[in-house]
């Protein structure tokens, strides 16, 4: 299996890594890396390229906006990079690796949204106060009559 056809693979086949609904960024745009990765597996391990890197390069990607890739800048840098070595196959790696690039860069592009201040309701001030007035009357009565009875 060649590069490309299993860089296919790792996307489904679409050519595309589809991040949010309004950003789709072509495979050709990702830089890939492959080295062996420690841990468990023997000779297999030590011998294949199953460690995957995949780079992504905000400032000259053609798939972001302006608003998109100034919030990207900002937030990750200028190149976003993500890694996977945990399988034992290079395919599955990749595709791991896309997964986690995909969620680096959805949630730098994510917006928080402005809390929009409330008042609570009457009902809820005044049983607070109801509330307040009972426990203070349940103290009172508690209390040591203010005669000094005995």
């Avoid at 919030?71 to 890694?83: D, I, K, W």
């Avoid at 996977?84 to 949204?113: F, H, I, K, P, Y």
């Amino acid at each position: 299996m060649d590069r490309r056809a299993s860089e296919l693979d790792a996307v489904g086949g679409s050519g595309v890594l589809q991040v949010t609904r309004n950003l789709r960024v072509p495979i050709d745009e990702l830089e890939w890396r492959f080295t062996t990765s420690g841990g468990p597996g023997g000779q297999h391990a030590n011998r294949s390229s199953t460690r995957v890197e995949v780079r992504f390069d905000v400032v000259g990607s053609t798939a972001l906006g302006p608003r998109q890739r100034a919030r990207l800048l900002e937030r990750l840098g200028p190149v976003v990079r993500a890694s996977a070595g945990d399988e034992r196959s290079q395919v599955r790696n990749r595709a791991v690796a896309l997964d986690r690039l995909a969620a680096r860069l959805a949630e730098g592009l994510r917006t928080e949204r402005a809390r929009i201040p409330t008042r609570p309701p009457a009902a809820a001030a005044a049983r607070r106060l109801q509330e307040k007035r009972r426990r203070s009357e349940l103290k009172r009565q508690r209390a040591a009559p203010p005669d000094g009875g005995e």
